[in-house]
């Protein structure tokens, strides 16, 4: 009996040493593993923050992007805008500038071409202004008038029956339309006027000084619609010798 409770009492020492054992193990485990384990956590949360740290600078920095790409964009169609402006404030400005050289170029021509005209009629046998007559033109339009035919017709007559004489031919315009446009309408309506005497009423061509002067020397108000139908006009002058024969004839019929 002793023996067996002797080999009994040896178990559960052994028993309750083993049990002591892993115990004590399992503490210095726990007591080894759970600061690791604390550690690989914080890491990890630490990680997933970053990420999401990382995450909302990617789409920050994407947003950048594409902001730049647009406001790039913007500059561009800005830079454009800026340059078709200039572009169209320089044309203008020099369209500006040629269309008052050539009205004063006009002008100029107008009063010396004038000017020459009437000192060389007027040194050629003497030739001086006797009649002047007006006709009018529709607006744009060069084609003689029933009204103006029977003015130039009545003018035709007189200088038929003077021996020598000279017409002066100038046409003109009111002020609307460009200053290039009325100087080849007035010249068209001063060439009509021209055509008339000498193909209806065959007066020599050498006889007749024609010239298109567009909008100089009005003799009214462009502004006003009356004033604009008096501008569009063709003055012709009627030339005659100054001979005491030949100026009563003439003052005779101009009454």
Same mark, same amino acid.
């Given at each position: 009996?002793?023996?067996?409770?002797?080999?009994?009492?040896?178990?559960?020492?052994?028993?309750?040493?083993?049990?002591?054992?892993?115990?004590?193990?399992?503490?210095?485990?726990?007591?080894?593993?759970?600061?690791?384990?604390? @550690?690989?956590?914080?890491?990890?949360? !630490?990680?997933?923050?970053?990420?999401?740290?990382?995450?909302?600078?990617?789409?920050?920095?994407?947003?950048?992007?594409?902001?730049?790409?647009?406001?790039?964009? #913007?500059?561009?169609?800005?830079?454009?805008?800026?340059?078709?402006?200039?572009?169209?404030?320089?044309?203008?400005?020099?369209?500006?500038?040629?269309?008052?050289?050539?009205?004063?170029?006009?002008?100029?021509?107008?009063?010396?071409?004038?000017?020459?005209?009437?000192?060389?009629?007027?040194?050629?046998?003497?030739?001086?202004?006797?009649?002047?007559?007006?006709?009018?033109?529709?607006?744009?339009?060069?084609?003689?008038?029933?009204?103006?035919?029977?003015?130039?017709?009545? %003018?035709?007559?007189?200088?038929?029956?003077?021996?020598?004489?000279?017409?002066?031919?100038?046409?003109?315009?009111?002020?609307?339309?460009?200053?290039?446009?009325? %100087?080849? %309408?007035?010249? @068209?309506?001063?060439?009509?006027?021209?055509?008339?005497?000498?193909?209806?009423?065959?007066?020599?061509?050498? #006889?007749?000084?024609?010239?298109?002067?567009?909008?100089?020397?009005?003799?009214?108000?462009?502004?006003?619609?009356?004033?604009?139908?008096?501008?569009?006009?063709?003055?012709? !002058?009627?030339?005659?010798?100054?001979?005491?024969?030949?100026?009563?004839?003439?003052?005779?019929?101009? !009454?």
């Amino acid at each position: 009996m002793s023996t067996q409770r002797f080999t009994l009492t040896l178990g559960l020492v052994a028993s309750l040493s083993s049990s002591l054992f892993s115990c004590a193990t399992k503490k210095y485990v726990a007591g080894q593993v759970t600061p690791v384990t604390q @550690r690989v956590q914080k890491t990890e949360t !630490r990680n997933t923050e970053q990420d999401q740290q990382l995450d909302v600078l990617e789409r920050d920095s994407s947003r950048t992007r594409e902001n730049l790409v647009d406001l790039k964009g #913007n500059v561009e169609k800005l830079d454009t805008q800026l340059k078709s402006t200039s572009e169209t404030a320089q044309g203008a400005a020099s369209a500006a500038s040629l269309a008052q050289q050539q009205a004063a170029d006009a002008r100029l021509y107008a009063t010396n071409r004038s000017d020459t005209i009437e000192k060389t009629i007027e040194g050629i046998d003497q030739l001086k202004l006797t009649k002047t007559t007006n006709v009018l033109f529709n607006t744009g339009r060069s084609e003689l008038t029933a009204d103006a035919k029977a003015a130039l017709d009545e %003018l035709a007559k007189q200088a038929a029956q003077l021996k020598r004489f000279a017409v002066e031919v100038q046409g003109f315009t009111d002020s609307t339309g460009s200053t290039a446009l009325n %100087l080849q %309408l007035s010249q @068209r309506r001063a060439e009509n006027v021209a055509r008339y005497f000498t193909v209806q009423h065959q007066l020599p061509l050498r #006889n007749i000084h024609m010239i298109g002067v567009g909008t100089a020397a009005p003799i009214a108000d462009n502004t006003t619609r009356a004033g604009r139908k008096q501008n569009r006009r063709v003055e012709i !002058r009627l030339f005659v010798r100054e001979d005491p024969a030949t100026v009563t004839s003439a003052a005779a019929q101009v !009454r």
